[in-house]
């Protein structure tokens, strides 16, 4: 995550003019990277190895999304407390409806 905001950091700055774009911006990469650790989470939970690997390639843009619906929440006080766990919840029923559908 650091990485990606490491990344990010420059466009940041230049986003910074327009009052909203960092924030856009920032719920954009790190929900990317939430995303992806809370799929890795479940899968590595749920699944054996061909079948995580194969989940993770096909729901990129859904971890994606909720990641970015987990980072929003962490910018609210008070439901930030409970941002982890809808977070994990989210992608277990990601994962167990992709399983099914």
Known sequence: MILYNLIAAPFYLLLLVTGVGTLVLFVAVNGVAF?????????????DRASRKAWLAGTRGQRAGV???????????????????????????LYHGARRG
């Open 35 to 47: 995303g992806r650790d809370l799929g890795e989470m479940v899968a590595s939970r749920h699944g």
């Open 67 to 93: 990641g970015a619906i987990v980072t929003g929440l962490f910018l609210v006080p008070i439901v930030n407390l409970i941002a982890p766990v809808l977070g994990a919840a989210m992608a277990t029923h």
